[in-house]
């Protein structure tokens, strides 16, 4: 096997796929396997390059203010042109002023160039002429479009002076297969120069400190309530009078029991096996690796239970101490967060989340200040949302399954029991199988480590999200077969919508060139990436929550319909899920800017075709 030409962290200039146009770019790590140098360009774009496609440095600079004579014009008018590889002390004045759209002679493509340089921040786009892109936090820039040369780089017959030159559009037909209309109105019209301006994202998510502070105030007791309530034969607001005392709420055995569930979930977490993934490109340039092993630490959990139950020991004294586990959880939640708050006044600039730079205690607490904390190679963020969520959701769900049949005096489960924990074993499954996908979605990527993700995957997925189930130990549900087949027909529904949507996102974002996506369609964006505009992404801008949204509900109907309590997890969900569409478009309307603004012109629905 040949011997790799660049080392990691080596500057190099990288050629941009699709051109003959070369940008510096950073060598972040070598796949030998594929023969692929994983590459930053100044802009921040990161992707895989051949070896061909990167050269030294010295290279260029040994060509500054050469002139060839295969760069020299074929043919001769009486108006004597300049090369475009002219030294700069002889380009004229008007060279200089020239429209930034740049002509690739070779393929007869017209490209953007940029010439700020770009930071993975969240930002907004004003164009030269004052379009405002971003309806909030928008300033007009009034520089000119270019900046002081300060070192010329020499590209195929074309010297392009600034050494920020960093990324460009190519202006191919992409919608050649779309009416001419909208290719008139987003193809043909003048090229626009664009100018990023970094600015920190406003505090507008979940209602800012206001809406952070009430809900860190009224989720805990909020979770009592519904875990009190689902164990009442007659479960109302009017009669919601626990008759709780401290013993019923602590005890600190029951906390040393948790404790040592959180420890050996660790311990999973850190053994050597599965395979390692590698995150999002962060702001310092680097992509934090990932150990994907939840599917053997749930079927070493799964061994355990089957050990103690053969055993015969009883594991209904979770069931039996429910508050107090609560209890313990939402205790070990606050000191996480407390935890991380205080280590991350060590963390650097760069580490922080978009939340963690506000400056508002309240919100900045709640939303987490630094966006991967790490002890050693334990990512706190990645194992409490994989293993302390997923893992301790099923288990708690096996405990109230074996709860009821304690209660109900039978032989085996309830058809509503089985249905309820066979279709969310069957997510958590999809969710552990495919961890990698998980690596890009907007907890992990971009959502700090605070309040909200210890509580939440601490607290509120093992014991909110197992209600149904709570639901049915003392409320039996009986359903015909019909009525049951409608509901697996339901949920098949929603996981089929649900896995291919991401199947397809996640495995084209991997490989475009996948010969399953080749049948796709998607648009070009200034960041690099490409858009998807056909297929589930094509039908709707968010089919993997539209899929999510109906397995809630499916979720719920096994529970019938007598009392709303059981159905809380699919109004939360759905209420999230919107909630969570509106933050998702508004990064991208930061992140892509007008790009996205197409794209949402040809993708005009958000979950549901002609309503939303």
Not at 314 to 333: E, K, R
Not at 554 to 574: D, E, I, K, R, S
Request: with cysteine; aromatic share 14%.
């Amino acid at each position: 096997m040949p011997s790799r030409r660049f080392n990691n962290g080596d500057g190099a200039m990288g050629k941009w796929p699709g051109s003959s146009l070369y940008f510096e770019i950073k060598i972040v790590s070598f796949d030998a396997s594929k023969q692929l140098y994983s590459v930053v360009f100044k802009d921040g774009t990161d992707m895989e390059l051949k070896e061909s496609d990167i050269r030294s440095l010295n290279i260029f600079r040994n060509k500054k203010g050469s002139t060839s004579p295969s760069r020299r014009s074929r043919s001769r008018s009486r108006t004597r042109s300049r090369s475009p590889a002219r030294s700069p002390g002889r380009t004229p004045k008007s060279a200089k002023k020239s429209s930034p759209a740049v002509r690739d002679s070779r393929k007869g493509d017209y490209l953007k160039v940029h010439l700020t340089p770009l930071k993975l921040e969240d930002f907004n786009i004003v164009t030269r002429n004052g379009d405002n892109i971003n309806a909030r936090n928008v300033e007009l820039h009034k520089e000119p479009a270019f900046d002081q040369a300060e070192e010329e780089v020499e590209i195929e017959g074309m010297q392009i002076k600034n050494e920020k030159v960093l990324h460009y559009v190519q202006r191919k037909q992409y919608f050649a297969d779309y009416d001419k209309d909208i290719h008139q109105e987003f193809i043909s019209k003048p090229a626009v120069t664009e100018k990023i301006v970094p600015v920190e994202m406003p505090m507008v998510e979940f209602g800012g400190a206001v809406g952070a502070g009430l809900m860190m105030l009224f989720m805990p007791p909020l979770l009592y309530c519904l875990v009190y309530m689902s164990g009442q034969k007659d479960a109302a607001l009017s009669n919601f009078y626990p008759p709780w005392t401290f013993s019923d709420l602590w005890d600190s055995t029951v906390f040393g029991y948790y404790a040592l569930w959180i420890l050996l979930l660790a311990l999973l977490y850190l053994f050597p096996i599965g395979t390692t993934s590698h995150g999002v490109l962060l702001a310092n340039g680097k992509k934090l690796s990932y150990r994907s092993n939840g599917l053997f630490s749930l079927f070493l959990i799964g061994l355990l239970v089957a050990g103690l139950i053969y055993q015969r020991t009883s594991l209904l004294y979770v069931y039996d101490h429910f508050h107090q586990f609560v209890t313990s959880a939402t205790l070990l939640s606050v000191i996480l967060s407390v935890f991380v708050f205080v280590r991350s006044r060590r963390a650097a600039q760069e580490e922080l989340s978009v939340a963690g730079k506000s400056g508002n205690f309240i919100y900045t607490f709640f939303m987490g200040r630094e966006l991967n904390p790490h002890i050693g190679k334990f990512d706190l963020k990645y194992f409490s949302a994989v293993h302390a969520a997923l893992i301790g959701w099923v288990f708690i769900n096996f405990i109230l399954l074996l709860a009821e049949m304690k209660t109900q005096e039978l032989e085996r489960p309830s058809p509503s029991m089985i249905l309820v924990n066979a279709f969310q074993l069957l997510y958590v499954l999809h969710a552990l199988w495919s961890q990698e996908g998980m690596l890009t979605s907007l907890d992990i990527a971009h959502d700090g480590f605070g309040f909200m993700l210890a509580f939440g995957n601490l607290v509120w997925v093992p014991f909110a999200y197992t209600l149904q189930a709570a639901y049915l130990v003392r409320h039996p549900v009986e359903i015909s077969w019909i009525v049951l087949g409608a509901i697996v027909a339901m949920n098949t529904l929603g996981y089929i919508i649900f896995r291919n949507a991401n199947k397809q996102k996640n495995g084209y974002r991997k490989n475009p060139q996948d010969p399953r996506f080749l049948h796709l369609k998607s648009i070009p964006t200034s960041c690099g990436s490409q858009l998807l505009i056909s297929g589930w992404w094509g039908f709707v801008r968010h089919p993997n929550y539209v899929g999510d949204i109906i397995m809630a509900w499916a979720w719920c109907l096994p529970c019938g319909f007598n009392h709303v309590l059981p159905y809380f997890y699919g109004f939360f969900l759905t209420s999230l899920l919107l909630n969570r569409v509106s933050r998702v478009e508004h990064l991208c309307r930061l992140k892509y800017g007008r790009d996205w603004d197409k794209y949402c012109h040809l993708v005009p629905y958000r979950l549901l075709p002609y309503v939303y």
